[in-house]
C-alpha cells in the first residue's frame, strides 16, 4: 500500500471508519414510507418488510437470556481464545448459544472468494485513500447519525471512547487483511462476535434511563440502522473516491462492493436488504442515510473527541484546524456547522482550491497549478490524517459482550 505501513493505515482508517460503526443515534425522524425493493438484493426478491422493525431475532433472544443468566464473563473469556475463522467454537458454551454461533459463522452462499482477493488487492493499491476516507468522511459522519451517536454514547462502550475506536476498528483492520474470510483469517469471527455485541445493546440500553429520555425508539440497531452504517462506510468511501475523480476500475468497485456485502450478511443483515450493486447502494442510501443525519448532543461530543485525537501529538494547534478544515471540505458546509466546526481562513481556501488539482496531479502526473510545497502539504497531510487517528492497539483485541450500560 502506498509507502504507507499497510496494516496501520488500516487500523486507522478502520477505526475512524469503525466510529460510523460506532453508532450514534437520529432526532425524531419523520417516518417514511419503506419503498426500496429487494428486486435490488443480492437476494433478488423478498417480502420487502420495513427492516426499521426488523432486528435480529434469533441472537437477540439467546444473548438476552445469555445477561439474564449472569454467564457473560465466563462465556467472554471462554471466546477469547476463538480468534480464527477456521477454529471449532470453544467448548462449554450454552448449547444455544454455540447453535446460534455455528449458524452465524456460515458464509452466504453467494459469497465470491475472487471478488474478495480482488478487493484485498485493490484495499493494497488504495489502502491510504481508504484510511483517509473512513477516518474523515465515515468516522465524522457517524458522529451525525443520530439512532448511532446515542446507541454508542449511552452504551458500555461510550464512556471510554479510545478503547471503544480500537475495538470497533478491528472490524476496519480485518476487512482489509488477505485473507478476511478465509479458513485462517478473522473477520468471519469479528463478525459473529459484533452480532453478540449488538444483540447484547439491544437487550441493554433500553434499560438505560438516560437512553431512553434521548432515543426516539424502544429497540437499537434494527437491521435498517446497520444499513445506514455501512452506506456511511462503503458507500460513502465509493462515492468520495468517485467525487474526488480517483480511478477505480470497474472490477474493483464490484470486488470492493462485495467485501462489504458479505460483512453486512455476516453482521445478520437480511439478505433483502443488501444491495446488489452500487446503483442499488446509491439508491438505497440516499432513502436511508442522507435523510436521517442531524446533529445530536451525543454526536457532537463524539465529533469533539474525534477532533481532538491529535491532540496528544501536537496539542491539537495544528491537526485540529486541519481535521475540521478536511471535515468541512469533505462532508459539506452542513454537517460542519452541526458539529459547529470553526471556519479555518488558510485551511479552507487551500482545500477548496488545490484539493482537486492535486489528486490530478497524483493520478494522472498532471501539472499541479499550485506551489510545490502545497502539493507535499496534501500529501503530507493525507499521511498524517492516517497516522494522527492511529490508535496504539495492544493487540490480540478482544471484541466482548457488554453487560451494563455506560456507567453513570
Ligand atoms: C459495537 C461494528 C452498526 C452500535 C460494535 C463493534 C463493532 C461494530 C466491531 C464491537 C466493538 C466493541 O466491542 O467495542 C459495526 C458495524 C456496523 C455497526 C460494521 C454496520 C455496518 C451499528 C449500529 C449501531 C451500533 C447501526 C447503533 C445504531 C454499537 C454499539 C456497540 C457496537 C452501541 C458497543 C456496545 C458497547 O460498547 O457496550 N459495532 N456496528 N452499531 N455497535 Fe456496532
Not at 478476511?180 to 447484547?200: E, F, I, N, W
Not at 494547534?317 to 469533505?330: E, H
Request: proline share 8%; glycine share 8%.
Amino acid at each position: 500500500m502506498e509507502e504507507l505501513n499497510r496494516r496501520k493505515a488500516l487500523f486507522t482508517g478502520g477505526a475512524l471508519g469503525a466510529l460510523g460503526a460506532l453508532g450514534m443515534a437520529a432526532p425524531a425522524q419523520a417516518r417514511s414510507l419503506w419503498t426500496w425493493s429487494p428486486h435490488g438484493s443480492v437476494a433478488g426478491a423478498g417480502i420487502g418488510a420495513d427492516p426499521r422493525g426488523v432486528w435480529d431475532p434469533e441472537a437477540d433472544q439467546v444473548i438476552a437470556s445469555l445477561l439474564d443468566s449472569g454467564d457473560v464473563p465466563r462465556v467472554n473469556e471462554l471466546l477469547r481464545t476463538w480468534t480464527r475463522n477456521d477454529q471449532p467454537l470453544p467448548s462449554g458454551l450454552p448449547a444455544d448459544l454455540r447453535d446460534l454461533m455455528e449458524n452465524a459463522r456460515r458464509l452466504p452462499s453467494w459469497v465470491d472468494h475472487g471478488k474478495l482477493a480482488q478487493s484485498f488487492d485493490f484495499t493494497k493499491r488504495r489502502g491510504l485513500y481508504l484510511g483517509v476516507l473512513y477516518a474523515m468522511a465515515s468516522g465524522m459522519m457517524s458522529t451525525v447519525i443520530p439512532k448511532e451517536a446515542r446507541a454508542v454514547y449511552h452504551s458500555y462502550g461510550g464512556a471510554n471512547m479510545k478503547d471503544r475506536i480500537e475495538k470497533t476498528a478491528k472490524l476496519g483492520y480485518d476487512i482489509g487483511t488477505h485473507n478476511a474470510y478465509s479458513p485462517d483469517g478473522q473477520m468471519t469471527v469479528t463478525c459473529v462476535k459484533t452480532r453478540l455485541v449488538h444483540a447484547a445493546v439491544r437487550h441493554l440500553l433500553p434499560q438505560s434511563q438516560p437512553w431512553n429520555d434521548a432515543a426516539p425508539e424502544d429497540v437499537p440497531i434494527s437491521q435498517a440502522d446497520i444499513m445506514v452504517t455501512w452506506h456511511s462506510l462503503a458507500t460513502t468511501v465509493m462515492q468520495k473516491l468517485t467525487e474526488w475523480k480517483v480511478p477505480v476500475p470497474a472490477a474493483d468497485a464490484e470486488a470492493y462492493l462485495h467485501s462489504w456485502q458479505v460483512t453486512a450478511h455476516m453482521l445478520g443483515v437480511r439478505d433483502e436488504y443488501i444491495p446488489v450493486s452500487w446503483s442499488e447502494a446509491n439508491s438505497q442510501a440516499e432513502q436511508v442515510l442522507h435523510p436521517i443525519l442531524a446533529p445530536t448532543p451525543e454526536g457532537k461530543d463524539l465529533a469533539d473527541i474525534l477532533l481532538g485525537l491529535g491532540s496528544e501529538l501536537d496539542g491539537g494547534v495544528l491537526s485540529r484546524p486541519v481535521l475540521g478544515a478536511f471535515t468541512r471540505y469533505t462532508l459539506g458546509e452542513q454537517i460542519a456547522e452541526w458539529l459547529e466546526i470553526p471556519r479555518e481562513p488558510i485551511f479552507d481556501p487551500l482545500l477548496d482550491t488545490f484539493w482537486p488539482p492535486f489528486i490530478a496531479a497524483r493520478e494522472f502526473g498532471l501539472n499541479f497549478p499550485g506551489a510545490d510545497e502545497t502539493y507535499w502539504l496534501f500529501e503530507e497531510l493525507i499521511r498524517q490524517v492516517v497516522l494522527l487517528f492511529l490508535s496504539e492497539a495492544n493487540y490480540p483485541i478482544s471484541i466482548e459482550i457488554p453487560q451494563t450500560n455506560r456507567p453513570s
